[in-house]
């Protein structure tokens, strides 16, 4: 990464512009054209360097209810379950951990009946019913943006 590439991504962090055109402003703050921007920002993501890029909201703020779930999957059970979480278009993050819960994903809903109406699917659906379904009692708000 050059020094284009670093404002970039700090341009991005914080202080993404909402216009109609954002990458264009992004442009300009940086001395480049719209088009190497977006190649840029195009490399960056094929790269794994930029993950996503999108509004984060409180969901609890606008109503919705979730929660972090781990769940004890036996070995020859894993790709079935992992599967059938990855159906599910509230889950927004899955992933396997070296741990006797061994597959941990993050559920949001409408609703907290709409979560037990996941789990219970998901239960039926795979035969894994040793899940954990850990909802927070309390919310810490961290900045999770690196100045590059």
């Given at each position: 990464m050059d020094e284009i590439d670093k404002k970039i991504l700090n341009i991005l962090q914080k202080k993404f512009p909402l216009t109609?055109?954002?990458f264009l402003i992004v442009a300009e703050k940086c001395g480049i054209t719209e088009?190497?921007?977006l190649s840029r920002i195009q490399k960056m993501k094929?790269?794994?360097?930029i993950r996503r890029i999108g509004a984060v909201f409180d969901g609890?703020?606008?109503g919705r209810a979730s929660t972090l779930c781990a769940a004890r999957v036996p070995e020859e059970k894993i790709e079935k379950?992992?599967?059938a979480v990855n159906t599910y278009?509230?889950?927004t993050h899955n992933y396997?951990?070296?741990n006797e819960y061994n597959v941990?994903?993050?559920v949001n809903a409408a609703s907290p009946q709409e979560i037990e109406l996941f789990l219970t699917g998901l239960k039926e659906k795979t035969g894994v019913t040793d899940i954990l379904d850990m909802r927070a009692v309390r919310t810490f708000k961290i900045d999770a943006s690196f100045e590059v």
């Open positions: 109609e055109q954002p088009e190497e921007a094929d790269d794994g360097v609890a703020k606008l379950f992992v599967n278009k509230g889950v396997l951990r070296d941990w994903f993050t």
